[in-house]
């Protein structure tokens, strides 16, 4: 099955400054590529999303970007707030349509 | 339009008592699944469905049954709980998988305690 791995475990950025999480994944045949917020105690959200047939997507500060051929994608903040610090997840679509979700990575934004 | 509703919240069992957690979507989503999340280990998939009557084992499936009889409810079953099923358990729904992917819709989870 598809395997999903996600980096770094735990990020600390001031505010204001930039903040990148690396995710790869295994399965050549996966196509869609989510990604999680869940702050404390609380569900996961999306946040945003790509398809095999982007390269990039933005949403004023988060934006995506997938490489197909190194099989990796990657969530990018800009400008960051207290209000981003959370556990962001990202997430693939493997066979027989199951969701694969990488461990997670803790965002602290200091003020 | 409610989401994805589960019950209970919070839950304390004992070793080898039964129980079932509900999931009940009001979206019309296609794609339902079980989660349990774990310190340290991210979101593990237990079982999940792509329609009714369709079911299929995920990563961690042993010691949980599920059933989909209706589009929009989706139980999940501990038939002898253990205390290696502490965790938190989320419920997500989806309109659909596969090409056309599109996101999960969570449900507010279940905390469950084994003692």
């Known amino acids: 099955g598809e395997n999903v791995e996600q980096h770094p475990s735990t990020l600390s950025v001031q505010e204001g400054d930039s903040a990148v999480i690396k995710c790869t994944y295994s399965d050549s045949a996966s196509n869609y590529f989510p990604w999680y917020k869940q702050e404390l105690g609380k569900r996961p959200q999306l946040i945003i999303d790509?398809?095999?047939?982007?390269g990039e997507k933005k949403d004023q500060r988060i934006a995506v970007t997938l490489n197909k051929t190194a099989k990796h994608f990657s969530l990018h903040i800009t400008e960051t707030q207290p209000e981003d610090s959370a556990v962001y997840f990202c997430?693939?679509?493997?066979?027989?349509?199951?969701?694969?979700f990488g461990s997670g990575t803790k965002l602290n934004v200091k003020p | 339009n409610a989401g994805v509703t589960q019950t209970p919240k919070f839950q304390v069992l004992k070793t080898g008592q039964s129980m079932t957690l509900q999931c009940a979507q009001d979206m019309n989503h296609e794609y339902m699944s079980w989660y349990r999340q774990d310190p340290g280990m991210g979101l593990r998939l237990i079982h999940y469905s792509v329609g009714a009557g369709i079911t299929d084992q995920g990563e961690v499936p042993n010691g949980y049954n599920v059933s989909r009889s209706t589009t929009e409810d989706f139980p999940l079953r501990l038939l002898s709980a253990a205390p290696s099923q502490t965790s938190v358990y989320f419920c997500?729904?989806?309109?659909?998988?596969?090409?056309?992917?599109?996101?999960?819709?969570f449900g507010s989870g279940t905390r469950l305690t084994v003692v």
């Open positions: 997500a729904s989806s309109y659909s998988a596969g090409t056309g992917g599109h996101g999960y819709t």
């Open positions: 790509i398809r095999s047939n982007v």
């Open positions: 997430a693939a679509i493997g066979n027989f349509n199951k969701f694969y």
